[in-house]
Nanobody, 115 residues
Framework: QVQLVESGGGLVQPGGSLRLSCAASRSIFRVQSMGWYRQPPGKQRELVAQFTSSGSTNYADSVKGRFTISRDNAKNTVYLQMNSLKPEDTADYYC?????????WGQGTQVTVSS
């Protein structure tokens, strides 16, 4: 069992920045994947950014150039730096981890972009 705890969400004005953190209860050094999904109000959950097992990164087209995923293996933590935020980035953001064929989710953190 793996626990994931997200933090860093909140209310921000358009054009602002936030950094989300996801702390895992175990080492993330050899996980199959780890990253962030989001679920806008009334919509399906979608991939935002992730690390694959090879260490490469994937980003949703809508966030490329604005969001950056990073990791600190020593702290078992993955980050999502979100810049130039737009109202359409408003969503619940979830940390996701894939390990030994299983998928784990955090409880989510809310991000609201509004003036």
């Amino acid at each position: 069992q793996v626990q994931l705890v997200e933090s860093g969400g909140g209310l921000v004005q358009p054009g602002g920045s936030l950094r989300l953190s996801c702390a895992a209860s175990r080492s993330i050094f050899r996980v199959q994947s780890m990253g962030w999904y989001r679920q806008p109000p009334g919509k399906q959950r979608e991939l935002v950014a992730q690390f694959t097992s090879s260490g490469s990164t994937n980003y949703a087209d809508s966030v490329k150039g604005r969001f950056t995923i990073s990791r600190d293996n020593a702290k078992n933590t993955v980050y999502l730096q979100m810049n130039s935020l737009k109202p359409e980035d408003t969503a619940d953001y979830y940390c996701n981890l894939g390990l030994y064929g299983l998928t784990y989710w955090g409880q989510g953190t809310q991000v609201t972009v509004s003036s």
